[in-house]
């Protein structure tokens, strides 16, 4: 049975588009250019996890599958420090007041994500169930 590499390198490239709203000035960034390799001037290693399981398919059945890459501070020059799959992780960074850009998911990284799940399995589910009734209670006495 052959391994299965729970890790790709992506390169890619940050672009900037001034914007003009309500008469102030803002610098919009994204990416650019992404792809397998380290050829670009960024490159950061996605890693998958188990734990993340649920996340990625959420990610890959909710329309168009997207990248996250957390950028430094938010209001700052970006500086991609990560990549993730998982909008779980990326809701943490920008609750984090990280900087969060998204791409599209690449169709060879949306193939490979799901030959993780599928060699992995799903998720388990999430819900706890009582092993009886009343278990997990403190139970009433009277005196």
């Not at 799959?85 to 998204?102: K, R, T």
């Amino acid at each position: 049975m052959a391994s299965f590499n729970s890790r790709r390198t992506l390169s890619f490239d940050l672009t900037s588009e001034t914007l003009q709203i309500k008469g102030f000035r803002s610098t919009r960034w994204r990416i650019a250019d992404l792809s397998p390799g380290d050829a670009g001037p960024w490159v950061l290693d996605l890693q998958l996890f188990l734990t993340e399981r649920a996340a990625y398919r959420f990610n890959l059945t909710g329309g168009v599958p997207r990248l996250f890459v957390r950028c430094g501070q938010s209001g700052v020059i970006p500086k991609p420090s990560a990549i993730t799959a998982s909008q779980d992780v990326a809701a943490a960074w920008l609750d984090g007041e990280h900087q969060v850009l998204e791409v599209d998911m690449p169709l060879a990284i949306q193939v490979w994500l799901e030959s993780y799940l599928v060699r992995h399995g799903e998720a388990p589910e999430e819900g706890r169930k009582k092993k009886r009734k009343g278990a997990g209670r403190a139970r009433e006495q009277s005196l």
